[in-house]
């Protein structure tokens, strides 16, 4: 039958797609074909309207943002962009923690993708996800159990938004309240 080939098709090469995203603590979003503004490590905040529900930044927070909305001390961010992508490295010095941002374009994504990438990688690390309410388009969060092999002692959580056709990752060592923070920070 080709019509139900067809809708198989379709949302698994939408899940394919955002399988890069993000596929362990320090990986950042898959590219897509839009062009990504250069970033400094000063960071910035240059919002572009991205979606219905909010506006996300295309340069990386300031350490001072990451920090407060963190509860922890970060520096300048290691910043690199290309290809429809802006990543953002931060290591907090006195933890150890690692905090990793990523910014991509991924045209034609929809939430439903957004929520199997979720769930497929969560279930990798043994966990659930859950869904965030009032964070852009859509939105997931889980935390790994792996806080006794991290050198911070922290567990990993993972927060993926969906903006319009911007997905923003964001991997740290952190508690998922301080991830969801800086999420509400990135995405207004």
Do not use: W
């Amino acid at each position: 039958m080709p019509s139900t080939r067809f809708a198989l098709v379709v949302p698994l090469l939408a899940v394919l797609a955002l399988a890069g995203c993000s596929s362990g603590s320090t990986s950042a979003p898959a590219t897509s074909t839009s062009k990504a503004p250069s970033s400094t490590s000063s960071g910035g905040t240059s919002p572009k309207k991205a979606g219905s529900t909010g506006t996300v930044s295309e340069t990386c927070p300031t350490a001072a943002v990451v920090s407060a909305a963190l509860g922890s001390t970060y520096p300048a961010p290691q910043s690199s962009g290309g290809g429809g992508l802006v990543s953002c490295n931060y290591s907090d010095p006195n933890t150890s923690a690692n905090l990793v941002l990523g910014f991509s374009k991924a045209t034609g994504i929809t939430a439903a993708a957004l929520k199997t990438t979720a769930q497929s990688q969560a279930s990798a690390q043994g966990v659930t996800p859950s869904s965030v309410a009032g964070l852009g388009d859509a939105a997931y969060l889980f935390t790994m159990h792996d806080a006794s092999t991290n050198a911070s002692g922290v567990a990993t959580t993972v927060l993926l938004i969906q903006v319009g056709s911007t997905l923003v990752d964001i991997t740290a060592e952190a508690s998922p309240s301080g991830v969801e923070a800086l999420g509400h920070v990135l995405v207004s």
